[in-house]
């Protein structure tokens, strides 16, 4: 029997977004998501950081000195921003608003202050999903494991992940990311049902009159 995705009924985007406290392992779900899901694409953020090693200009973020940043935060060229770490990110608007339009997913890889901000203006459009890690033992290995930090910027993301666990509530799904695995295909289901949402499917109404049409045996 044919399931609903493969009438391709038009809907608009969803706008994904996965939080977690630093290390929780959002990046590495993520990643998977990108490379198994063919619907879903980044939300490529604009930072005032500087780029760490490997990192690509225009894939894993726009870089930009803080005079761009704040020049575009100034003409509303921004759905979202925060200071994050002492740097400034955000999320430029115009191509998340054609994309959703044009049935786009975006995934977005950003912290609670941002989600709030995202949620207040796009309500209906935003999937808030926050992971959480097994312990905060666990988060420390996760982040020494992770080879990436000093041991002074493992201290101040620790030091963090307290006050970023205590915006959990302000999350529609959290998942423990125990099971890297397990983790994932919560993600998945989750990522599955918010795409069936009657208020997403724009294709509905031509849809259903076209089924109450048809007579049986007409096809
Ligand atoms: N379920 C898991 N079990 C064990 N290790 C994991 C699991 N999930 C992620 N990791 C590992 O933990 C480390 C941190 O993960 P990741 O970089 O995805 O975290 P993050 O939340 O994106 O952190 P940041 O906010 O600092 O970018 C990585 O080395 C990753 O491979
Ligand atoms: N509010 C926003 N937060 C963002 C955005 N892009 C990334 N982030 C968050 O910043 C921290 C640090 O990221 P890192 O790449 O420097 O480790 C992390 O919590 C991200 O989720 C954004 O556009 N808006």
């Known amino acids: 029997m044919a399931d609903q995705h493969s009438h391709n009924l038009a809907r608009r985007g969803l ?3 996965l939080s977690s ?3 929780a392992g959002k990046t590495t779900v993520a990643r998977r998501l990108l490379a198994e899901d063919g619907e879903i694409a980044m939300s490529v953020s604009v930072t005032t950081r500087p780029p760490r090693p490997g990192e690509v200009d225009g894939k894993d973020y726009h870089f930009v ?3 761009e940043f704040a020049r575009m ?3 509303g060229e921004m759905l979202e921003w925060a200071e994050v770490f ?3 990110y955000g999320t430029p608007k115009a191509h998340i608003k054609a994309g959703l339009k044009a049935g786009q997913d975006f995934l977005f890889d950003i912290d609670w202050q941002g989600t709030q901000q995202l949620y207040q203006r796009m309500e209906t459009d935003v999937v808030r999903v926050f992971l959480l890690p097994p312990s905060i033992d ?9 080879g990436t930090d000093s041991e002074q910027v493992i201290e101040g993301r620790m ?3 307290r006050s970023e666990i205590s915006h959990w509530d302000g999350y529609d799904f959290v998942v423990v990311n125990d099971d890297i695995d397990e983790c994932f295909a919560k993600v998945r289901t989750i990522l599955d049902a918010e795409r069936m949402r009657r208020a997403r499917q724009t294709g509905l109404v031509d849809f259903t009159r076209g089924l109450m049409r048809q007579d049986p ?3």
């Open 217 to 219: 045996g007409s096809a």
């Open 86 to 88: 002492g740097n400034n």
């Open 73 to 75: 935060v100034e003409d």
């Open 138 to 146: 666990e988060l420390e290995d996760r982040l020494r494991g992770r």
């Open 15 to 17: 706008m994904f977004i």
């Open 159 to 161: 030091s963090r992940a």
């Open 65 to 67: 000195d803080r005079a």
């Open 21 to 23: 406290p630093s290390g």
